[in-house]
């Protein structure tokens, strides 16, 4: 299996181009999975505060035995912390849950538009950043206007945009706004939460030509359009499998076959109207 590549972010770090979700990854088996997920190469752990396991993921990190500058850490603010001060503050709450010296990428978690203060949160996160508490700095469920707004208030990019994006939902007209202004995009549900997804005819006939599972035809998918996807799962076989997809290359035809899967959201969960505290 080839090491998981990575990209420069707009800021300069280095960014995996998959990386591992860790959503309900708790307890002891949250830990050995996480664990479990470093050996086989993931250099990147998404959780967030409303997971509950920054705790685990923090563990998993001290116990894998990779040296911490090799490892990427990424956190989220939840909506109940939005504010400048509420932010810096939430910031050292995850610094203490994880009980590491510092957090390499920290997202606002959702835009909760009707509380009017990603702006002031973003200030926070800068101001983190200032501080040394976070390395990288971003956003997640942003639409283009609430970015424009971002950088038009502060002047400050976010690196990274993590969004619903899998074959079911390719956000097409986002990913072409992150391209012009140099923010990466994140997928998260990449696998569209397994779903019917993965029974698709197209992914198994891509999946045969290429002597891989369809899993492996979308996850290459997400990274040949240039997103970083985060795929969860607590099982080390496939975390192997989720992982091993640096080793062939889609076309651009089969790539607008597989965006042409589109439905649209899977959750209703438009940024817009969905608010989470
Ligand atoms: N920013 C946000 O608002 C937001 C929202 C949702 C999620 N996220 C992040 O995105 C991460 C991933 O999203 P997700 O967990 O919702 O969904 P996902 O990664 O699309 O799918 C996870 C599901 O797929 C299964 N699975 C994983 N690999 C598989 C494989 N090779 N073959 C068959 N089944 C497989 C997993 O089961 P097993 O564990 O049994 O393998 C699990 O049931 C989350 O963990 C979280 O970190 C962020």
Same mark, same amino acid.
């Given at each position: ?7 420069? @972010? =707009? ?38 505060? =409303?997971?509950? =396991? ?17 490892? @990427? ?67 997640? =469920? ?31 007209? @986002? ?22 997804? @993965? ?79």
């Amino acid at each position: 299996m080839s090491a998981i590549p990575s990209v420069t @972010l =707009n800021d300069g770090a280095w960014f995996p181009e998959l990386g591992l979700g860790t959503y309900n990854l708790r307890g002891t088996e949250g830990v050995e999975a996480m664990v479990s997920a470093i050996e086989t190469g993931y250099r990147l752990l998404d959780t967030a505060v =409303n997971y509950e =396991n920054e705790r685990e993921v923090g563990e998993a990190v001290r116990r894998s035995g990779v040296p911490r500058d090799e490892l @990427l850490v990424a956190s989220k603010i939840p909506g109940r912390h939005h504010g400048r001060q509420e932010a810096i503050d939430s910031v050292k709450g995850s610094l203490g849950m994880l009980d590491l010296d510092r957090i390499d990428l920290h997202l606002i978690h959702w835009p909760n538009p009707s509380v009017g203060r990603y702006v002031d949160t973003w200030q926070g996160l800068i101001e983190a950043r200032q501080q040394g508490l976070v390395r990288s700095i971003g956003v997640s =469920n942003f639409t283009e206007s609430m970015l424009t707004e971002l950088i038009e208030e502060t002047g400050v990019v976010p690196a990274v945009n993590q969004v619903e994006l899998h074959p079911y939902f390719p956000q097409e007209r @986002l990913r072409a706004f992150h391209a012009q202004h140099g923010i990466r995009t994140e997928s998260w549900s990449p696998l569209a939460r397994r779903s019917e997804l @993965l029974t698709e005819q197209l992914l198994h006939e891509l999946a045969t030509i290429y002597e891989v599972t369809p899993t492996q035809v979308v996850l290459r998918w997400h990274t040949q359009l240039g997103s970083t996807p985060i795929p969860k799962s607590s099982d080390p076989d496939r975390q192997r499998e989720n992982a091993d997809v640096f080793d062939f290359t889609l076309t651009e035809e089969q790539i607008a076959a597989i965006s042409a899967l589109e439905r649209g959201r899977l959750w209703g969960a438009d940024p817009d109207t969905h608010e989470e505290m």
